[in-house]
């Protein structure tokens, strides 16, 4: 592998533009064949660990500017494969997948369930480390189980990964207690994604409408891809709806703002009737993209009367998590 990446060097160099800056990456090479002694796909696991001690390798024979450049690159993603580079402060100097990290450190990247998935890979030393978690596979458009290898070099963090299906029983997924709301609504959200991967969306969509599913302060609404309602056990009246036209308390598009949500999940705060209380309480929405529905669920705040703001012309704030990509 290592002989391959530096044929591709040696061809030359172009200078593109790249989230903003320029930096040398190489040439589009036609037709390039992985080396024999590569392990196969076919090997996840396996192929994972050389790809990345490929990286390694290229930056031990060519340095830290030739090896950036190139993995900058996105002609150096294989598949779902694709190394991404930290330096010794643990930001991020390379992600061909996604640009935008570039610049950022690697311990503010978030997992779906709110934990902070880039501190425990930047936990690799120069042995190497595994971590699994849950993220959007782009390929497919489904959350899936990610398990990213990384390892240190020179103080710098080499790293990358592969899916795998994720499956589970949709009662194994709730782990968190209510006094967490924020990591129970994760959990909510992700055993009904878990219930659509294990009945499909008609089953799901039932069992979603029913109130008897109703928990609390939560429930569950699904969208189609056409962000039409299919389920939303509270108001019925929403099914076949477009979220889109859901408006705000304060005349906000509010639905447009959730319907942005991507499969790496998206928090937005607005005003709300809590059918609980009575009351019009700020609501937590997380939701979140699965196989082109939309997945969300919510719970309530309560603010004092006179801390409600008067909003003129404005939008729910919304909290996105950063691109897919990790």
Not at 33 to 52: I, K, L, Q, S
Not at 90 to 115: Q, T
Not at 212 to 227: L, R
């Amino acid at each position: 592998m290592r002989n391959f990446l530096l044929i591709l060097l040696m061809i030359g160099f172009a200078t593109v533009s790249i989230t903003g800056c320029e930096r040398p990456v190489t040439e589009p090479v036609m037709d390039a064949v992985m080396p024999t002694d590569m392990p196969t796909m076919d090997d996840p696991e396996a192929f994972t660990v050389a790809f990345v001690q490929a990286a390694v390798d290229l930056y031990k024979t060519e340095g830290s500017d030739a090896a950036i450049a190139y993995y900058n690159n996105p002609m150096s993603i294989e598949g779902q494969w694709y190394v991404f580079i930290t330096d010794t402060n643990d930001m991020f100097v390379a992600h061909p997948a996604a640009p935008s990290f570039v610049g950022r450190s690697i311990a503010e990247v978030p997992g779906l369930d709110g934990s902070l998935v880039g501190i425990d890979i930047a936990m690799a030393t120069e042995v190497g480390r595994w971590t699994e978690y849950l993220w959007a596979n782009p390929e497919n458009n489904k959350l899936e189980l990610k398990r990213t290898w990384s390892i240190r070099h020179d103080g710098y963090l080499f790293g990358s990964g592969y899916y795998e299906p994720w499956r589970p029983d949709p009662a194994t997924v709730l782990i968190d207690a209510k006094d967490d709301p924020a990591a129970f609504t994760h959990a909510f959200v992700l055993a009904a994604v878990a219930r659509y991967e294990s009945e499909g969306v008609e089953a799901t969509a039932a069992y979603y409408n029913d109130a008897m599913n109703i928990d609390g302060q939560w429930y569950v609404f699904i969208t189609d891809a056409d962000d039409l309602f299919v389920a939303h056990a509270p108001r019925q009246d929403f099914l076949g709806m477009d979220l889109k036209d859901v408006m705000g308390l304060d005349g906000s598009p509010l639905g447009v703002e959730i319907a942005k949500a991507t499969g790496t999940g998206l928090w937005i705060e607005y005003l709300w009737p809590n059918p609980e209380s009575g009351m019009d309480e700020m609501k937590r929405t997380w939701a979140v993209r699965h196989d082109g529905y939309l997945f969300g669920s919510g719970y309530y705040e309560p603010v004092a009367e006179d801390a409600i703001p008067v909003i003129e012309d404005a939008t729910p704030v919304a909290e996105s998590s950063m691109p897919a990509g990790n």
